[in-house]
């Protein structure tokens, strides 16, 4: 069944995911490193939007998901 709760679920499991993908060991497999960003005064390519969206999500999300991990993990246990 489709719900709210659901939706939020999803949303906080792709959230974690961004999180823990390590640039290292992943994401250098499809050649996505951070030495690949490079200094141009052009547009920046997908890849580079891509990577800064990964850091930028990493950077600001990593605490703020601690507490919502908790009161998700609590809301399972509570009410199934």
Known sequence: MFTLWALIEAS???LNAVCILNEERFL???????QMVQQELGP????????????????????????LNIIAITFKLLFG
């Open 12 to 14: 906080l499991l792709c």
């Open 28 to 34: 250098a497999r499809f050649g996505w490193r951070r």
């Open 44 to 67: 920046p390519s997908t890849t580079e939007q891509i990577l800064f969206i990964i850091r930028s999500i990493r950077t600001v999300a990593k605490i703020p998901l601690i507490f």
